[in-house]
């Protein structure tokens, strides 16, 4: 079966760069999308077709698919954006996951 | 604007039965365009898809591979809202369990329900 797999967690400084990764086999040839979740609520879309951001997602999310590789960037990275991230492809008829990267702000 | 809406009991016992249903409004469960899915998320597993359905002139369904025995997944048009049932359930089947929509049937998930939290205790 298709996995995407994420590094566990991401440290970032306010105002910083912070990416976070997804790899999977050929996932370049997929479309890659983003979510964010903070404790007690449901997840947020935030990327959707690798690199598009639904609307009232601020400008500072953006994201690539290449390769093995999709990434999310969170650039000047603000306290609000500390959150739990997965990445997300369908492999046919099925949706898959990432494991989820805990993204700290300190 | 697209809302959904979640009920059903938190708390299971071993071998039973799972059972959540997810109200939509704004959008209709027959669409010919948008697909209803059910998804959980566990500290230990993080988010998974369990399965959707989707109407294109009938109705159809798909299911993970890891649930495709225990699973099912029902529309409901009069009501407007689809449902999940799970069969046989265990501790690991405890999890916040939520139901999304995918706009496209193979695009993302863009509005999702509220969560429920179920567990598998006796």
């Known amino acids: 079966s298709y996995e995407l797999t994420q590094p566990p967690s991401v440290s970032v400084s306010p105002g910083q760069t912070a990416s976070i990764t997804c790899s999977g086999d050929k996932l370049g040839d997929k479309y890659a999308y983003w979510y964010q979740q903070k404790p007690g609520q449901s997840p947020i879309l935030v990327i959707y077709q690798d690199n598009k951001r639904p609307s009232g997602i601020p400008e500072r999310f953006s994201g690539s698919n290449s390769g093995n590789t999709a990434t999310l960037t969170i650039s000047g990275t603000q306290a609000m954006d500390e959150a739990d991230y997965s990445c997300?492809?369908?492999?046919?008829?099925?949706?898959?996951f990432g494991g989820g990267t805990k993204l700290t702000v300190l | 604007q697209v809302q959904l809406q979640q009920s059903g009991p938190g708390l299971v016992k071993p071998s039973q039965t799972l059972s959540l249903t997810c109200v939509i409004s704004?959008?209709?469960?027959?669409?010919?365009?948008?697909?209803w899915n059910w998804i959980r998320r566990s500290p230990s597993r993080g988010l998974e898809w369990l399965g959707r359905?989707?109407?294109?002139?009938?109705?159809?369904?798909n299911y993970a591979v890891s649930m495709k025995s225990r699973i099912t997944i029902n529309p409901d048009t009069s009501k407007n809202q689809f449902s999940l049932q799970l069969n046989s359930v265990t501790p690991e089947d405890t999890a916040m369990y939520y139901c999304a929509r995918d706009p496209a049937a193979g695009g993302p998930f863009d509005y999702w329900g509220q969560g429920t939290l179920v567990t598998v205790s006796s």
């Open positions: 359905t989707y109407y294109r002139s009938k109705w159809f369904n």
């Open positions: 704004g959008d209709s469960v027959s669409s010919n365009t948008a697909a």
């Open positions: 997300q492809a369908w492999d046919g008829s099925t949706a898959v």
